[in-house]
């Protein structure tokens, strides 16, 4: 059975960080090309960002020089660190595959304070 779990959100004031984790289980998970995403009430899920086997990364022009999104296969996770964060970072983040392979964890919840 895949999981995926997501964590390390929270209320943070703009211009603060955060770090993301998400954990899988039930994949080989260093042969996955994997992405975060990210959703608000009443919109769209949105790509945030990717990152391919072989290190190589992308990043949706919103979050470009403020987030890295970085993986430990040893740990079957993927990490975000969002710097210099902004209201309209507030959102459910997610993680799932690249071709969102498997169903979607329950996310957690950046709130980012003006």
């Known amino acids: 059975q895949v999981q995926l779990v997501e964590s390390g959100g929270g209320l943070v004031q703009a211009g603060g960080s955060l770090r993301l984790s998400c954990a899988a289980s039930?994949?080989?998970?260093?042969?996955?090309?994997m992405g975060w995403y990210r959703q608000t009430p009443g919109k769209q899920r949105e790509w945030v960002a990717d990152?391919?086997?072989?290190?190589?990364?992308n990043y949706a022009d919103s979050v470009k020089g403020r987030f890295t999104i970085s993986r430990d296969n040893a740990k079957n996770t993927v990490y975000l660190q969002m710097n210099s964060l902004k209201p309209e970072d507030t959102a459910v983040y997610y993680c799932?595959?690249?071709?969102?392979?498997?169903?979607w964890g329950q996310g957690t919840q950046v709130t980012v304070s003006s």
């Open positions: 990152i391919f086997t072989g290190g190589s990364t």
């Open positions: 799932n595959t690249v071709r969102v392979s498997y169903g």
């Open positions: 039930g994949i080989i998970f260093s042969i996955n090309d």
